[in-house]
């Protein structure tokens, strides 16, 4: 009897821990100022509920410029911006590329998050097609997203599901069941930090040989297709896009994109993107090689002055507060 | 294999499957050898990696061997020094020529523990103190117990063949709920207590130099000063309690090496408190025979306490110095020496002024025992400063702290240990009178234990890691 007694109460403390770590993380865990780099499914979930009951007026889209790459998450200029009474919500991430800012769209519409407007980072790099990182989608994305994608996008994209369905459901369970398990990759990060902490090797241009494939760009090209749809997508609902062309360090990759095939490509993609209805800026060329970390990444003044040109913009929205 | 993770506790609890199918002592022996050697193999990526720690343990046992058979002084002394060499060049001590070291990779894990072991071996075979001839399998098993390789502790063979083949530890259903309260206790300081305590004391080393107010700076000194002793002890003892449990589970007892030590009055007591197989042996192997050999070499009785002193200085000096391979560990060394033998002193003189009665009544007074746990722990903190950070470090926190701020922070560190080990103390005492009072005690531990082991599963979910790291396991 004395063993049963014991067994339960066992049980019953362990259930009472997991209910009040999932009270505890519902309560406290914080609503961060950028995605970590692995971003749980569980964790943007919760972020589309908070922006549903209140829609932030702009949101941003992109890749690991607009993210934040080896600088703090309150040195980004979405940060900046938000200390200076914009209420944005950054939802570029580390991996970002074209088809997850398109799938982030359809979340969030579906959803029901109706901002007044959208920033979409465009970088050139990401639509280079030799490389399956700009095709593959983010986990989270991908599990949440996994009702918009069609038999072409599975084809096209690579998608990490786990290959096991045994493994993909029990995970289903233990998400639902625990806050601490659906949740770990943010509290990991929240908790030890997702800033890069290794020293940066010196720059050396040769590294970025092949970063930027210069082939011209067309609406064959998956990348340029998932943005067009973004854009398209967004316009549909009424929700005005700025697209900006990410400032590039040309100092450093002069003998690489100095040339007609790269401004040919800006060119096709400012063309194409405003004929979709969105304001286009092109800032490929607006920053100096100090306030790059390498090919596109801003240090923390590069970010303040990427914050002060698209500021005037906001402005004009009607995005700040 | 990392202990104590997840798959040591799988892997253990295989072991244990299979060790308690029968208790036939060569059936206990095979299985136990066959699961050393492959916990062993777990770290390891060839077998030429194996090499030079084989080498050890087989001159260890040719030394055994030759002092059950010729214990003679002179070839005592030399296995004796080729021990102690041997040992220092596998361990690559900055006093022996790099040139001389073994330039390929290779396992050393666990080898400080595995050659206390030997030593005692050797020793006591010396010495005709063990309780048998000492055989091949028993050899191997009791200097690789996988449950105390990596880090401790360091059991006598008497004790370990006891449980290992002459009467294995019994295994009802109250002994393994106990060791898996230990196993649960050591998980939780280990993943939970010890990463929050590390965190904090990160955090003070990286705002001190950015603090601008002194009193503030003198603040945060004192915290990174005291938090790390803490840290060290709940991941250390952490370790302890998992493996103690474990071995449990296979029905063999391993020494406990921490009993409270921050409850400690003075610098001797804290180390019969704290890592206590290892100031045992050192006690037995170095403080003893070098206290004897001293009153034998200069008979005079006046002489004897300050030979008990000295022979303290010793010992401890060499506790420091086997932590590592630094000029900071020779720092270090010379304050746990310090420590011990200016507390001796203390006694001395004390006994010497106020009689041993006034005396003892005085270390009773409650006032007094506090100041004297705040004084041994603020200078275990000290002590410790120069286990964790190299002497430029030390130098460069003295520099921006300065004088005034320095003492200060020493101030707080005592003052603040005294009045929270007090209070631990009381809470101490508070539960174990509801222990024997409370008649749903039992439920209570139950319900508190698994509260912790949830919270450990949660912790080791969230970070996501492999198994915590243990500090010891580089000695």
């Known amino acids: 009897m004395r063993r049963v007694v014991s067994l339960a ?53 992109g890749d690991s410029v607009l993210w934040g790459y080896r600088i703090r998450g309150d040195q980004t200029a979405v940060s900046i911006l938000t200390s200076q009474g914009c209420t944005c919500r950054n939802l570029a991430f580390k991996s970002g590329n074209p088809p997850n800012d ?43 997203a996994k009702r918009f994608l069609t038999p072409q996008d599975r084809a096209t994209l690579t998608i990490p599901f786990r290959d096991n ?76 896009v700025l697209a900006f062309m990410t400032p590039t360090n040309h100092e450093l990759l002069h003998k690489y994109i100095d040339n007609a095939h790269y401004r040919a490509n800006v060119s096709f993609l400012v063309k194409e993107l405003s004929s979709r209805g969105a304001r286009v800026i092109d800032l490929d060329r607006g920053f100096a090689a100090n306030e790059f970390l390498d090919n596109a990444h801003l240090t923390a003044a590069g970010q303040r002055r990427l914050a002060a040109k698209l500021e005037p913009w906001l402005q004009s929205a009607g995005s700040r507060t | 294999m990392d202990v104590p993770s997840y798959y040591f506790l799988g892997f253990a609890a295989l072991v244990a499957l299979a060790i308690n199918l029968s208790s036939a002592p060569q059936w206990r022996r095979c299985l136990l050898l066959a699961t050393n ?82 030593l005692h071996l050797v020793i006591d075979a010396y010495q005709d103190a063990l309780p048998d001839r000492v055989g091949l399998l028993s050899y191997v098993n009791y200097t690789l117990n996988f449950t105390a390789l990596v880090s401790g502790p360091i059991q006598l063979y008497r004790d370990y063949l006891r449980t290992e083949s002459q009467e294995p530890a ?83 007892e391993l020494p406990e090496n921490f009993n409270r030590p921050f409850l400690s009055k003075g610098f001797i007591e804290f180390w019969s408190r704290w890592h206590m197989t290892l100031s045992h042996w050192i006690k037995t192997y170095v403080y003893s025979p070098l206290l004897l050999a001293l009153m034998r070499r200069f008979p ?18 060499l506790i420091g110095v086997w932590h590592g391979r630094t000029p900071s560990f020779i720092v270090l060394g010379i304050l746990f020496g310090l420590g011990v033998s200016i507390n001796k002193l203390y006694q001395i003189a004390m006994i010497g002024g106020l009689g041993r009665g ?50 200060t922070t020493l101030l707080m560190v005592v003052v603040g240990a005294a009045a929270l080990l007090s209070a631990l103390e009381a809470i101490e005492t508070f539960f174990g009178r509801m222990q ?40």
């Open chain 1, 9 to 61: 109460i066992a049980l019953t403390v362990v259930i009472a821990v997991i209910i009040v770590e999932n009270v505890a993380i519902a309560a406290f865990f914080p609503h961060l100022p950028r995605l970590t780099t692995d971003f749980s499914a569980a964790y943007f979930t919760r972020e589309i509920k908070s922006m549903k009951q209140s829609t932030p007026q702009t949101l941003f889209l």
């Open chain 1, 102 to 144: 398109y799938f982030l769209t359809r979340l969030l519409l579906d959803a029901g998050v109706h901002p007044r407007a959208v920033v979409l980072d465009v970088n050139q790099a990401v639509l280079n097609q030799s490389s399956d990182y700009y095709q593959t989608l983010h986990p989270a994305v991908a599990t949440l």
């Open chain 1, 165 to 240: 369905a045994f493994h993909e459901r029990l995970d289903t369970v233990l998400s639902s069941i625990s806050q601490v398990y659906a949740m770990r990759s943010d509290i990991r990060a929240t908790l030890l930090g997702d800033t890069a902490a290794a020293p940066l090797p010196k720059l050396n241009p040769d590294v970025f040989a092949g970063t930027y494939d210069l082939l011209p760009l067309d609406n064959g090209n998956v990348g340029v297709r998932f943005l067009e749809a973004t854009v398209e997508t967004w316009r549909r609902a009424g929700v005005p």
């Open chain 2, 37 to 118: 050697i492959a916990f062993i193999v777990t770290f390891t990526h060839s077998a030429a990696e194996l090499m030079p720690f084989a080498g050890l343990l087989l001159l260890g046992y040719a030394a055994v061997k030759a002092m059950e058979r010729w214990p003679h002084r002179a070839l005592f002394i030399v296995f004796l020094i080729t021990l102690i060499f041997a040992f220092c060049w596998l361990k690559r001590y900055s006093f022996i020529p790099a040139a001389l070291w073994l330039a390929h990779p290779y396992f050393l894990v666990g080898m400080s523990y595995v050659f206390f072991r030997i």
């Open chain 2, 170 to 252: 019994v295994l009802s259903a109250s002994a393994m709920g106990e060791a898996l309260i230990r196993i649960i206790a050591g998980l939780f300081k280990i993943t939970i207590v010890s990463p929050l305590l590390y965190l904090a004391e990160q955090r003070c080393l990286q705002n001190l130099p950015l603090l601008a107010v002194p009193f503030e700076r003198a603040f945060d000194a004192a915290l990174m000063l005291a938090i790390f002793p803490v840290y060290i002890y709940f991941n250390f003892s952490g370790y302890m309690d998992a493996v103690i449990g474990v071995a449990r589970f296979l029905r063999l």
């Open chain 2, 300 to 317: 005079v009785r006046s002489l004897e306490q300050w030979f008990g002193v000295f022979a303290y200085f010793v010992a401890f000096f």
């Open chain 2, 358 to 407: 006034p005396y003892t009544r005085l270390c009773e007074n409650q006032a007094y025992g506090a100041l004297s746990r705040g004084l041994t722990f603020g200078w275990f903190a000290v002590a410790s400063l120069f286990f964790w950070a190299t002497l430029p470090q030390v130098s460069h926190f003295a520099k921006v702290l300065g004088a005034l701020e320095l003492m």
């Open chain 2, 436 to 475: 024997t009072r409370l008649v749903i005690w039992g439920y209570v531990r139950t319900a508190w234990y698994s509260a912790l082991a949830a919270l450990s599963v949660s912790a080791a979910i969230a970070l996501n890691a492999p198994a915590p790291h243990i500090i010891y396991r580089a000695f």
